[in-house]
């Protein structure tokens, strides 16, 4: 899969909603998806357990009893597990669309949060918890459009599966991975839709904006490791490990990689009018990683008392590389920065090579953007990159157009939720999104 060239959002009309959608109810759908989420969000599937037997519980029985076919997949831990549902086609012309979440979230200080962070309240147009965003919320959203279509008893012309993961927040490692890696023969999509990217309201001056991942930062975690001779606390010296690591630290962030826009950045530059979306990009926290590779130290460990310089230091370092960086040159540059034999590097989690979706007119990303401008007219859709990681990645490992969009439209302060403190998602943002869902299942799986 390949860059394709640039195309500007006013050569993409908007479309009208797929004619299914005429025959839903959507106020009692709202209700019926703010009521599924506080359910499922009260069952709590936070690390650093991350437990997902009982999500997958949860989430078996509402499709067993709509009809749907299930298959849960086992772990070598107990505690997670992965399930698969299926809505079969009677006569299908080619392979299945999947719609995919993850079941776990993140930890939840309770003392931290103005609510209780598995309460699942709805109030005051909101579903509040852990997991709203990140993301039961897009879980539900996908459940209820299949729900939808069966309710329905519309004639499908390929199956659509739907996939609830587990341990997506700790790497996906018996998660998706675990599925493409063990399993891909009883998946093999044709396309998968996954977490990403979203609708942004206020970012740009081209208006509402809907970025979709097509492809994702690699992610690179090492540690630089510093040694030297140990002494007493008493007697410092400013080649100990300790002050050693912090000097390298301070070379590192001093030269921080340059800034430049690769592929499908490059295009989302121009679809939404050029420098001066880069100027807007570059304003943000949440878009800023896009326009370079990024290195953020996240933790240190060292010594054992406090009267004691220990012989060894350590600091992790995130990185998150663009597509087309080298990732050997990229090590390679950081210890030309330290330049001090008393540290190396230890990778400790190399990503797989980056793979790029395509957004060329015949591929699904066509479909995904009728779909937001069917209901968000005046909407810019571009594809981009996602800076952190999803289980979207192994299949595009694999060769499957995988796209990343939570399809509603948010503010800088709703995107603090993600994985921060009071994370909560509106009702209306709830309808939009299984909207959206439902109008590209029906673009890309009906009859």
């Not at 659509?160 to 399993?183: N, P, W, Y």
């Not at 998968?192 to 609708?199: A, I, Q, R, T």
């Not at 100027?279 to 896009?290: F, H, K, Q, V, W």
Request: negative net charge; contains cysteine; glycine residues 8%.
């Amino acid at each position: 899969m390949t860059d394709q060239p640039a195309r500007r959002a006013s050569s993409a009309p908007a479309s009208s909603p797929h004619p299914l959608l005429d025959r839903v109810d959507w106020e009692a759908a709202g209700r019926e998806a703010a009521d599924l989420l506080s359910a499922y969000v009260q069952i709590d599937s936070s690390h650093p357990r991350g437990r997902t037997v009982e999500t997958a519980d949860f989430l078996e029985e509402i499709l067993r009893r709509e009809g749907l076919e299930t298959r849960r997949y086992v772990t070598p831990d107990p505690e997670k597990v992965n399930l698969a549902s299926w809505l079969r086609a009677e006569r299908p012309v080619g392979k299945a669309i999947a719609l995919s979440s993850h079941m776990d979230v993140v930890q939840a200080v309770a003392s931290d949060w103005t609510f209780d962070p598995f309460s699942g309240e709805i109030a005051d147009g909101y579903v509040y918890g852990r997991g709203t965003l990140d993301m039961k919320g897009m879980g539900i959203m996908e459940l209820l459009s299949v729900l939808l279509l069966k309710r329905l008893g519309v004639e499908l012309s390929r199956d659509v599966l739907l996939l609830h993961t587990s341990d997506e927040e700790t790497g996906s490692t018996l998660g998706a991975k675990l599925l493409v890696d063990e399993h891909y023969d009883d998946l093999d999509p044709a396309f998968v839709l996954d977490e990403g990217g979203s609708g942004m309201r206020g970012f740009f001056s081209q208006g509402d904006v809907f970025a979709v991942s097509v492809g994702e930062k690699r992610i690179i975690w090492m540690k630089m490791i510093a040694r030297a001779e140990p002494g007493h606390g008493s007697m410092p010296w400013v080649e100990s490990a300790t002050h050693r690591l912090i000097l390298a630290a301070d070379r590192i962030l001093a030269q921080l990689p340059e800034e430049h826009a690769a592929g499908a950045v490059a295009e989302m530059i121009a679809r939404l009018g050029g420098e001066q979306a880069r100027e807007e990009i570059r304003s943000y926290r949440a878009t800023r990683p896009l326009l370079r590779d990024t290195i953020s130290l996240t933790m240190m460990q060292a010594g054992y008392k406090i009267n004691i310089i220990p012989e060894q230091a350590e600091l992790s370092l995130d990185c998150r590389l663009l597509p087309d960086t080298d990732e050997r040159e990229f090590i390679a540059r950081l210890e030309r920065i330290v330049d001090d034999p008393g540290i190396t590097f230890e990778v400790v989690w190399p990503n797989a090579p980056a793979a790029t979706a395509p957004w060329d007119a015949a591929s699904p990303f066509t479909a995904i953007e009728q779909a937001c401008r069917a209901h968000v007219p005046a909407s810019v859709v571009t594809p981009s990159l996602f800076v952190a990681g999803t289980d979207g990645r192994f299949f595009r490992q694999r060769g499957v157009p995988s796209y990343g969009l939570v399809p509603c439209i948010f503010t800088a302060e709703d995107l603090k939720g993600y994985h921060g403190i009071d994370e909560r998602l509106s009702i209306e943002n709830l309808t939009l999104g299984t909207k959206i869902i439902l109008d590209l299942t029906a673009r890309l799986a009906t009859a």
